[in-house]
C-alpha cells in the first residue's frame, strides 16, 4: 500500500515497525483510553468544561456536522462528556 503513495515500501515498514512506532503508538492507545475512549475512531471537542465526544465509532459526516453545531453553542446538555453514554 506505501507504494502506491509513492513512499519506499521497505522503508515503510522498517519505520513502522521499530521500537519507536511501536511504543509511540501504546503510549496513544493508552492516552486515548484515560480520557475515556472506547471506539475508534472517537472524535472529540475541546471545550472549556471537558472534552465533548462527537463520535463514537463511524457516523456519517451530516450526522457529526449536526453535532458539532450542537457542541459549539455550548448548549446545555446538547452532546455528552466522554466517559458518559450518550
Given at each position: 500500500?506505501?507504494?502506491?503513495?509513492?513512499?519506499?515500501?521497505?522503508?515503510?515498514?522498517?519505520?513502522?515497525?521499530?521500537?519507536?512506532?511501536?511504543?509511540?503508538?501504546?503510549?496513544d492507545?493508552?492516552w486515548?483510553?484515560?480520557?475515556?475512549?472506547?471506539?475508534?475512531?472517537?472524535?472529540?471537542?475541546?471545550?472549556?468544561?471537558?472534552?465533548?465526544?462527537?463520535?463514537?465509532?463511524?457516523?456519517?459526516?451530516?450526522?457529526?456536522?449536526?453535532?458539532?453545531e450542537?457542541?459549539?453553542?455550548?448548549?446545555?446538555?446538547?452532546?455528552?462528556?466522554?466517559g458518559?453514554?450518550?
Open positions: 500500500m506505501a507504494a502506491g503513495f509513492g513512499l519506499d515500501s521497505g522503508g515503510f515498514v522498517e519505520a513502522w515497525t521499530s521500537r519507536e512506532v511501536v511504543g509511540d503508538t501504546w503510549r492507545f493508552a486515548a483510553r484515560s480520557i475515556g475512549v472506547q471506539a475508534f475512531p472517537t472524535v472529540a471537542l475541546e471545550q472549556p468544561d471537558g472534552l465533548r465526544a462527537i463520535a463514537r465509532g463511524y457516523a456519517s459526516a451530516e450526522v457529526m456536522y449536526e453535532r458539532v450542537g457542541v459549539l453553542p455550548l448548549e446545555v446538555g446538547a452532546t455528552c462528556l466522554l458518559e453514554p450518550c
